[in-house]
Each structure stands twice: as structure tokens, then as C-alpha cells.
């Protein structure tokens, strides 16, 4: 079948991309799928700093590539040996193909999944596949997902069945900003009722954090961003406070939370952030890190206070989450009105305005833009 979707041609060209142009929109041929593999319309997908790393060459990846990994969609067709999805489901994308054989996966942490991670670095769905094409040359898959186009194809651990009354906007947001904010908190921090919180960095998965924070019961919840035009979202979405993020800010996290966080979440992928995110916590206290820098920035950060101060410092990938628990859970919380999603939407796009929607997404002057097919 032929799809009409957005490929990126090269990496590290240029802003505006408006004007450079480093994704092309035009016709592919679409392969049906194989064992284990299902082709899905994409309804909605959502424009991430994860896919903007990968255009401005900060995260490389194999080229060309059919970009976008934060999707929702209906099943179109079933390959042989699929189990868990039928046609005309209602499907979230997990950008993590988990094997469910493996080590991490068998051990309950299926964002570390061996086989999907390697799948990703090569740019092929879980089984090695590659289905799209352009003048017979195959094109690399982005993250099993590849949602910039009006159908593709994934494997079926790619996907999670969800509520068909969530409109394909919303539901595109669980797969990744939602997941990985909410889950940096509830997963990654194991936040508490009364856990003092702070949040730097608000933009798709900030926003998510701050409410998952707020879910969890935390209080306070301070949201720092130096773009102070979110800060009125950030309140909406359950921070009691907002800072600017200026020299002063350590200190002023530490008199908003008597002393200094409990949890502090860094979701901006700045090495310099986190440090900032690390001080503006209490002793005992644990910083998580969701963003994702420069593989050339270093971290530095005084090592003895790991041990004498008891602080913990870690990662949280896709939120640390089981995205066929976590998703349908944190619909159900969006569906309760505690969990309030539609904050993040910062506008629509049409798939031949991706450009222009990535220097949207780089000037960090709005929260989540949505392709709607």
C-alpha cells in the first residue's frame, strides 16, 4: 500500500526548518505486516523533543528515517501470531518494543527491554524489519514506531489497546509524555502523599510530572521554567508555585519546600539543569532525570553526598513504566478529571507543516504540538 508520510532526510541542518526543510513529505510504499506485526492508522501523533534531538543531530540515528515515536491510531490489519490487539482497536504506541524474554523484560522492567533497545539503534522494527520504502531503498523506522505517517506498521508489543472514546489527540500524549512524566514520579521517585516535589523543565513531560506529582498526593509542587508564559499552565496542572529559573533558584526551592525537595525531576536534558535539580534537594532526598543531553555534556556533582547525605540519583526511561499497566491506569486517571491531560495540547498540525512545528517545538514557547491524519 502506498502512505503518505515525513521522512527525515538529514540530521544537524540548519533553523528555520521552515526553511531547510530536514523532513520531506511525500508518498511511500508500505509493506504489509509479518509475524508478530500489525498496521495501524495513525489518527494522531505528537511532536517531541525526543524526535527534535534526533533532527538537530544531538541524538543520531540512522538516515533516512520515517520520524515520530508519540502515536495514536486504529488497527488496521493483523500479521500472523499476533496476540493482544485486534482490528479496529484503539491503540497508544509504546516506543519500546518489549520482547517480554528477556532479562530486564522477565524482571518487570520492560523500558529496558535488550531486543527492543538494539531494534531501535538500528532503526527496524522488534523482528528486524524495515517495511517502508521509497524507490525500492528501504527506510529506517523510528523508535518501532515511525507515527509521522497516515499508517504504519509495528510490532504488536508496540502496542497498548485503550478506551475507544479517548479522542486520538489525547490519547497520543499516553504515549510518551504522559507515560514518561507521570511515571518519572509515581514509578521512577515512588512519590508519597505530602512529598515536597519540584519540576524543571515544562514542557510536554515537565507538564506531566508536575501532574503525576499532583496525583500522587505531593505538596508542594514547585515548577521551574525561565519561559514564564507556561507557568500559568504549570499552575493549572497542579504546581503551587513557579520559579524563573535564575542563579537564585536553589535557594528558593529549599525556602518553598523547608529545606529543600523531597523529589526533584529534571526534564529539560541539560546536564547543568540537573546539577541544579540535584542541589534543590533535601538530604535523603532523590532526583530523577528524564531528559535526554548532548551525549557530550558530563554531569558533575560532589560525590560524597551520594553516601553522607544518603541522596539518590537515577534515570527514568519511559517512566520506568509496563506501558500495558501503566497506559490504561493513567487514562483512567485522565477519565476521573485527575489526571488533566488536555493542558498539554499547545495546537494541531497538518503533516506538511512538520517543519515549522520542529522550530515551534525548539523556540520552547509551547507544550505539545499534535499531527492530526
Known sequence: MTARAAVLEESGRPRPYAH???????????????AGEVLVRVGAAGLC??????????????????????????????????????????????FVPACGGCLPCQSGRPALCEPGAAANTAGTLLRGHRPFRRAGRELHHHLGVSAFSEYTVAAAE???????????????????????????????????????????????????????????????????????AKHPVALAAGATHTLAGDPDTVAAVRDLTSGGADIAIEAVGSAAVLATAYAATRRGGTTVTVGLP??????SIPAVSLVAEERTLRGSYLGGAVPRRDIPRY???????????????????????????????????????????
Open 158 to 228: 508496540s502496542l497498548v489497546p485503550v478506551d475507544r472514546s479517548l479522542p486520538m489527540d489525547r490519547a497520543a500524549l499516553f504515549g510518551c509524555a504522559l507515560l514518561t512524566g507521570v511515571g518519572a514520579v509515581v514509578n521512577t521517585a515512588q512519590a508519597r502523599p505530602g512529598t515536597a516535589a519540584v519540576v524543571f523543565g515544562l514542557g510536554g513531560v515537565g507538564l506531566a510530572a508536575v501532574m503525576g506529582a499532583r496525583a500522587a498526593g505531593c505538596h508542594p509542587i514547585v515548577a521551574v521554567d525561565p519561559v514564564t
Open 49 to 94: 523533543h525526543s524526535d527534535l534531538s534526533v533532527v538537530d543531530g544531538s541524538r543520531p540515528r540512522p538516515l533516512p528515517m520515517v520520524l515520530g515515536h508519540e502515536a495514536a491510531g486504529v488497527v488496521v490489519e493483523v500479521g500472523p501470531d499476533v496476540r493482544g490487539v485486534r482490528v479496529d482497536d484503539h491503540v497508544v504506541f509504546a
Open 20 to 34: 531547510s526543510r530536514p523532513l520531506t513529505v511525500g508518498d511511500l510504499e508500505l509493506h504489509p505486516p509479518g
Open 294 to 299: 548532548d551525549p557530550r555534556q558530563v554531569l
Open 331 to 373: 487514562v483512567a486517571l485522565y477519565q476521573a478529571g485527575l489526571l488533566p491531560a488536555d493542558l498539554l495540547l499547545g495546537g494541531h498540525l497538518r503533516l506538511n507543516e512538520i517543519n515549522a512545528g520542529f522550530d515551534a517545538l525548539a523556540s520552547a514557547t509551547l507544550t505539545r504540538q499534535v499531527i492530526t491524519f
